[in-house]
Nanobody
Framework: QEQLVESGGGLVQPGGSLRLSCAAS????????VGWFRQGPGMAREGLSC??????YYADSVKGRFTISRDNAKNTVYLQMNSLKAEDTAVYYC?????????WGQGTQVTISS
């Protein structure tokens, strides 16, 4: 079955760090452009970062704090999140796109609270 599965969310204090993982099964993720998105309570889904081959892009809201990377051997894309703020609280999703199709993961909850 072709799917993306996010993991690594949780509850951390402001200023803390988390690393999210987006693991693909049933297809090769390095053939895809992969993006991370989030949706906070009552908010629209927001694009945060994407990686196309080895070129990375970041939204201004996370630039300098978040880093996207990929490990083709593990068929996984990561989002390292540092200096987390309360406003980073959201459900985080990954998305993979290529000419063959598009996939979304089920999301992982990230909560920043003291």
């Amino acid at each position: 079955q072709e799917q993306l599965v996010e993991s690594g969310g949780g509850l951390v204090q402001p200023g803390g760090s988390l690393r999210l993982s987006c693991a693909a099964s049933g297809f090769t993720l390095d053939d895809y452009a992969v993006g991370w998105f989030r949706q906070g309570p009552g908010m629209a889904r927001e694009g945060l970062s994407c990686i196309v081959n080895n070129t990375t892009y970041y939204a201004d809201s996370v630039k300098g704090r978040f880093t996207i990377s990929r490990d083709n051997a593990k068929n996984t894309v990561y989002l390292q999140m540092n200096s987390l703020k309360a406003e980073d609280t959201a459900v985080y999703y990954c998305n993979g796109q290529s000419h063959d199709g598009e996939y979304w993961g089920q999301g992982t909850q990230v909560t920043i609270s003291s």
